[in-house]
C-alpha cells in the first residue's frame, strides 16, 4: 500500500501523465504544460485505437492526436523520451506497461481494468524519477480519487476552464437612481453617443437596465459605434417577449452586426424559441436555418443501437426543437397561408433541423446556425464550429452551464461557459443569461425548489 504524508512540494520538476479523458478532451493537451514532461501510458493509445473510427468529435480527438505524436516521434522511439516541437516546452513519451514495485493499483483495485494499469504507469514513474512531481491528469473524478488514495498526485486537466463559474459574465448590469432626465432622453432617441451618458465602462457589447423609482429604460451598449440604443419590446414572429432578459436576447438576434451571440439559462427561459423566432423573422436575409444540438448517448449507448435509418435515430434527440417549432406555428393558427409558408420552409429544407455530427464539412455561408444544448460541446468543438462560418452566417449558441449530460465535462470545462468568458470583449459577440423561467409555473417550482 502507499505510505501515508503529502507530496514533497520541493520537487518543481514534473511529469505529467495524461489519461484517455484528457486527450478525448483536447488532442493537443501534450502541449500545454509548459516546460514540464508529459508520458501517456500504452493503455492510452490502445484506447484511443478504439475511438479512431467515425464521425464524432471524440473520434476527431482520438485521430488528431494520433497524427500528432506521429509527427512528433518521426523516426525516434516513443518508448523513449523525445523533445516535443514547441518552443520552451518538456519533453513526451509513451510509457509501457510496467508494474510499480511498492504499490501495484491492480492489486489494490483489481486486474484486468485499464484505468487500473494507468495509475500504475503513473506509479512506476513515481518509482524512477523520485526527484520529480508525478501528477496523473484526468477528467474523471473517480480515477483522480483512485490515485490520490494511493499517495499519487492527481489534477483535472485546467487549460480552458472557467476559474469562478459564478462571476460569468451575464451580459446585463442594472444600474438603479439612474437621472431621470436621461431616461427621458433615451426614450426620445433611438441612438445617443456613449460618451453623453456616463455608464460603468465595458470593453465589449452590453445590456443595462436604467431605474430611477417608477422610471425605466432598457438600453443597448455598442462598443464598436460606442452608442446607446434604447431595447425594443415587441414580438417577433408573433413570439412576444415576457420579460427584458428575453427582449435582450432578440435585440442580439436581430443585429445584424452582432455575428455570434450566446444565450445562457435555466430550462424554461425561451432560450431556443427565441433563437428560433429571431431566425424565422430575418428567413429573407439568410440562405438557410440550421438548428442543431449535440447528440448525447443514453445509458452510455450509442446512437447506433438505436432502431431505424438516420432519421429515426435522431428524430428523439431533435424533438425538443420541433417542439418549439410547433409552438410558433401554433401562433398562426387561421394563417393558412403563413402555416403554408413554414410547412414549406421545412419541407424545401430552408428550415434543416440535424444533429451536430451531420453538418461536419458543409460550408456555413449565409447561414442562421443555432446550437442548442451547446453546454454539452467542449471548447474545441466551440472553437471547430465558430472557425467554419462563412460570410453573412450568424451563430447562436444556446443552453445551460449547469445541466451537463456529457461526462468529463461540467460548469466549468463546457464550451458555453469558455465561449462565454473568452468573447464577451469581442465587437461582434453579445450574449444574455436569463434567470425567470416562463415555461410554466410548475416548471418554475422545479427549477426554483427542487
Known amino acids: 500500500m502507499a505510505k501515508k504524508g503529502k507530496a514533497d512540494p520541493s520537487l518543481t520538476k514534473k511529469i505529467f501523465v495524461l489519461d484517455t479523458s484528457v486527450i478525448l478532451y483536447d ?145 446585463k448590469t442594472e444600474i438603479h437612481d439612474f437621472p431621470v432626465a436621461l431616461i427621458d432622453e433615451l426614450k426620445k432617441q433611438p441612438f445617443i453617443d456613449a460618451a453623453e451618458i456616463e455608464l460603468p465602462p465595458k470593453n465589449g457589447n452590453h445590456f443595462y437596465v436604467l431605474k430611477n423609482k417608477r422610471k425605466t429604460a432598457n438600453v443597448f451598449y455598442n462598443n464598436s459605434l460606442k452608442t446607446i440604443s434604447t431595447v425594443s419590446t415587441d414580438a417577433i414572429f408573433k413570439i412576444k417577449p415576457k420579460n427584458i432578459e428575453q427582449a435582450f436576447a432578440i435585440h442580439a438576434l436581430l443585429d445584424p452586426n452582432i455575428k455570434l451571440v450566446s444565450i445562457q439559462g435555466n430550462a424554461g427561459t425561451g432560450k431556443t424559441l427565441l433563437a428560433l423566432a429571431s431566425a424565422l423573422e430575418q428567413r429573407k436575409n439568410f440562405r438557410q436555418i440550421y438548428v442543431t444540438r449535440p447528440i448525447v448517448s443514453l ?35 387561421g394563417d393558412h397561408k403563413m402555416l403554408e409558408k413554414i410547412d414549406e420552409l421545412i419541407s424545401t429544407e430552408k428550415i434543416a433541423i440535424a444533429p451536430l455530427a451531420f453538418i461536419r464539412g458543409r460550408t456555413l455561408t449565409k447561414i442562421f446556425f443555432i446550437i442548442d444544448e451547446a453546454q454539452n460541446l467542449t471548447p474545441h468543438e466551440v472553437k471547430t464550429i465558430i472557425s467554419r462560418a462563412g460570410e453573412h452566417t450568424k451563430i447562436v449558441f444556446t443552453g445551460d452551464i449547469y445541466q451537463i449530460d456529457t461526462p468529463y465535462l461540467d460548469s466549468e470545462s463546457n464550451g458555453l461557459s469558455y465561449l462565454i468568458e473568452n468573447a464577451k470583449n469581442h465587437p461582434l459577440y453579445a450574449h444574455i443569461t436569463l434567470h425567470k423561467g416562463e415555461r410554466s409555473e410548475l416548471a418554475n417550482l422545479a427549477n426554483e425548489l427542487l
Open 299 to 333: 445509458s452510455n449507448k450509442d446512437i447506433g443501437f438505436l432502431p431505424g435509418d438516420a432519421k429515426s435515430k435522431t428524430d428523439p434527440f431533435m424533438a425538443p426543437i420541433w417542439d418549439n417549432l410547433r409552438f410558433i406555428k401554433e401562433q398562426f393558427i
Open 27 to 171: 488532442h493537443d493537451a501534450i502541449n500545454n504544460f509548459h516546460e514540464h514532461d508529459v508520458a501517456i501510458p500504452i493503455q492510452v493509445l490502445e484506447e484511443l485505437d478504439n475511438f479512431k473510427s467515425g464521425n464524432d468529435t471524440r473520434n476527431f480527438e482520438a485521430r488528431s492526436f494520433i497524427r500528432l505524436i506521429d509527427e512528433t516521434s518521426k523516426q525516434k522511439l516513443i518508448s523513449d523520451w523525445i523533445a516535443l516541437k514547441k518552443t520552451n516546452a518538456g519533453k513526451f513519451k509513451v510509457v509501457l506497461n510496467e508494474n510499480p514495485l511498492s504499490t501495484n493499483a491492480e492489486e489494490v483495485y483489481g486486474k484486468g481494468k485499464t484505468d487500473h494499469k494507468i495509475l500504475n504507469a503513473a506509479l512506476s514513474l513515481k518509482e524512477e524519477y523520485p526527484d520529480k512531481r508525478v501528477v496523473l491528469v484526468s477528467k474523471d473524478i473517480c480515477l483522480r480519487l483512485k490515485a490520490k488514495a494511493l499517495n499519487l498526485n492527481a489534477e483535472d486537466y485546467e487549460t480552458g476552464k472557467i476559474k469562478n463559474v459564478d462571476e460569468l459574465y451575464a451580459g
